[in-house]
């Protein structure tokens, strides 16, 4: 099923996100959690891409096990950063052979030694999304940045690079992790303002230890609110507290973003079925 056929649907959803396993050995135990997160029910199931071939060739394999054996709709990401346009070729050609009909279109983080674009490679996600659309009926989503990209010196010049990429043939868009909702609010009354009329979903984040904090600042330099970090305070040196605590901020966050009307959103899991379960237990009667 595409996603664009979700996302018109007015009932409240829930997605989840799980990443590949970065060695062979750990496939197993990765799949184990897909399966428990796929027993949840969510609208879809996104896998993540490691660039550079890592993790990227069990994407589709992941991708194709969860739509064929778990019966839950899959979202392959395709990151192109590191990758020359005959390799993207031949993992949308890969897709194309497993019936997987949703591609997440990711430029990915340039690296930070060594020439960029290289020959042969996309510079930006824009033309990856182009070369997508060319290529077959394929649903595509692209990722947003409600604070701005960090690579955007204006705002105002995110959104117009983030409209010619819908414009490029983007069917929904998913947010980078927020931890303030009124970001998003914000956010989504700019883009609608100059035409991007697409489904956003907003990108949840359940911080469940202390160290993730540090990971996320370092990704992407998102604004922490005090409420957020009195609790990571708090909380962040006993694991069983913090976790609790994360998973009811997280589920807070989506409690609101639905009561504002806002109907889909996804998680980003981080392969953990007993955070999804929990966060699908605290909303057992709003999203049914």
Request: aromatic fraction near 6%; charged fraction near 25%; glycine fraction near 6%.
């Amino acid at each position: 099923m595409k996603i664009r056929d979700i996302l018109k649907q007015e009932t409240p959803h829930i997605s989840f996100e799980v990443f590949p396993p970065k060695t062979d050995a750990a496939y197993d135990s990765v799949l184990c959690a897909t399966e428990k997160i796929a027993a949840l029910k969510p609208s879809y199931i996104s896998v993540t891409y490691g660039a550079g071939g890592g993790t990227s060739k069990n994407t589709v394999r992941i991708a194709s096990h969860i739509k064929e054996k778990l019966g839950v709709t899959s979202l392959a990401h395709l990151t192109c950063v590191s990758s020359t346009k005959e390799e993207v070729h031949h993992v949308i050609d890969e897709l194309k052979k497993q019936g997987i009909e949703n591609i997440l279109a990711l430029r990915g983080d340039i690296p930070k030694d060594g020439e960029f674009p290289l020959p042969n490679h996309y510079r930006y996600a824009s033309e990856l999304i182009t070369d997508i659309k060319s290529q077959g009926d394929f649903c595509i989503g692209a990722a947003c940045y409600p604070e701005g990209h960090v690579e955007a010196e204006h705002k105002k010049d995110d959104i117009m690079h983030l409209k010619h990429k819908v414009d490029c043939g983007v069917d929904f868009l998913t947010t980078q992790m927020f931890f303030d909702n009124n970001i998003i609010y914000n956010f989504l009354y700019r883009i609608r303002e100059i035409g991007i009329t697409i489904p956003v979903l907003p990108g949840i984040m359940p911080v469940t230890n202390a160290k993730q904090v540090e990971r996320i600042l370092g990704m992407s330099g998102t604004v922490l609110p005090e409420r957020f970090r009195a609790i990571v305070d708090r909380f962040g040196d006993d694991p069983k507290a913090m976790q609790q605590a994360g998973i009811a901020y997280a589920t807070d966050q989506i409690i609101d973003l639905i009561a504002n009307g806002i109907n889909h959103v996804h998680i980003y899991s981080m392969n953990k079925p007993e955070v999804a379960e929990a966060i699908m237990h605290n909303l057992s009667d709003i999203v049914k």
